[in-house]
């Protein structure tokens, strides 16, 4: 949807395959309404498209490969397949000399307590595939904590990955174009809850962890040869950057670029799908972003503040679900901080988050 919506003002139009009739997309172009993988739906999107991407990393490698016998989609297959499988993602991280955390692969309770020896506590038991939004993950601090985690996800290929004691996190969003000329965004810090995105911050790192993460990045998008945007999530332990995962696609926390950015992520996805020049990265302002999980809070007069932006994606309220975000810039963030306390009587919890990480 959002991509659609930066498009459309460069004049072009889309076409979505979604298997949910409700998805919001709809709103910004023709929706097919069929399983991503389906034959017959991926052929009659493949013949009303001259272009095609997705932004979701779970589609299968066998659709987005018949698509490509029709028409060129961005990101390449390689990308895909590598970032579905968190064994290959850190394979990958570790050949291209990014810093990541200690990890094993995990088959059996016999590779889970090789793992465990080789990594010690605490860890993280992850689920290879699947996995996002801290789903398919199980923390271990104690021994105790193994036969839990083992009945949990012990039917599925997993990976230990040890605990990294980090000072914040963060990611840094970067767009490569089809004639390899590379922009990156600002690094933005970014607070999860319960293992989900609530708030980022942007730009919030010092011009030498910029510097680092993009150097990181770099070296990704040229292994790929990559076209769209890619994200790289970074844990930041005391200025030297580790890499967590790779989302070969917009990001949540690069939502705040629709307003705080010249050029947002979603605009430069498509600029460079469709092999036009990158804009730019500049931030315009500082910015937070507010992700609304389960329920949006009642805006009222809050909207009536400059530099506040609702984004309410129409979805069905779930608990938990992502149903929208806010964005606010400043001028500073001794004015962010004065335009974040007039949410404080707002009961939420990125709303307290980000009142709390200013304060
Ligand atoms: P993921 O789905 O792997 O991005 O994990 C979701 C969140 O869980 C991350 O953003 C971190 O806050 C936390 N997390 C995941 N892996 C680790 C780790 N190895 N060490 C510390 N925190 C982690």
Not at 40 to 53: C, E, G, K, R, Y
Not at 88 to 100: C, H, T, V
Request: aromatic letters at 8%.
């Amino acid at each position: 949807m959002m991509m659609a919506d930066a498009g459309q003002s460069l004049g072009d139009s889309f076409s979505f395959l979604d298997p949910n009739a409700d998805s919001c997309a709809g709103k910004s172009g023709d929706l097919l309404v069929a399983d991503y993988s389906d034959p017959a739906a991926l052929s009659q999107l493949a013949a009303t498209a001259d272009i095609a991407s997705y932004e979701f990393e779970n589609v299968a490698v066998e659709a987005v490969l018949q698509l490509q016998e029709k028409l060129p989609v961005y990101p390449g297959v390689d990308a895909l397949k590598a970032c579905q499988d968190r064994l290959a993602e850190k394979q990958l991280l570790q050949q291209l000399d990014i810093p990541l955390a200690d990890f094993a692969e995990v088959n059996s309770r016999i590779d889970l307590l090789a793992a465990i020896g080789k990594i010690g506590y605490p860890a993280v038991l992850k689920t290879r595939r699947m996995g996002y939004d801290g789903k398919g993950q199980v923390l271990l601090k104690v021994p105790e904590d193994m036969e839990r985690a083992w009945h949990k996800l012990g039917d599925y290929p997993l990976i230990l990955e040890a605990f990294v004691d980090f000072n914040n996190e963060g990611s840094m969003i970067a767009a490569r174009a089809q004639n390899g000329d590379i922009v990156y965004y600002p690094m933005s810090w970014n607070i999860h809850l319960q293992g989900v995105l609530a708030v980022s911050f942007s730009p919030w790192y010092a011009t030498e962890l910029q510097q680092q993460a993009e150097d990181l990045v770099r070296r990704i998008l040229e292994h790929f040869n990559y076209v769209g945007v890619l994200t790289l999530e970074l844990f930041n332990c005391d200025g030297h950057l580790v890499a967590n995962e790779i989302a070969p696609r917009v990001h949540n926390s690069g939502h705040l670029t629709i307003e705080g950015s010249a050029c947002s992520q979603f605009e430069n996805h498509i600029r460079a799908i469709s092999g036009r020049a990158l804009g730019s990265t500049q931030s315009k302002q500082v910015s937070v972003m507010l992700n609304w999980l389960g329920e949006i809070p009642d805006h009222g007069q809050l909207l009536e503040l400059p530099g506040i932006y609702l984004h309410d994606y129409g979805k069905q309220a779930r608990p938990g679900r992502k149903l929208g975000h806010t964005t606010i810039c400043a001028e500073n963030w001794d004015d962010m901080r004065r335009k974040l306390n007039v949410f404080s009587k707002v009961k939420n919890p990125a709303v307290q988050a980000a009142i709390a990480a200013l304060a």
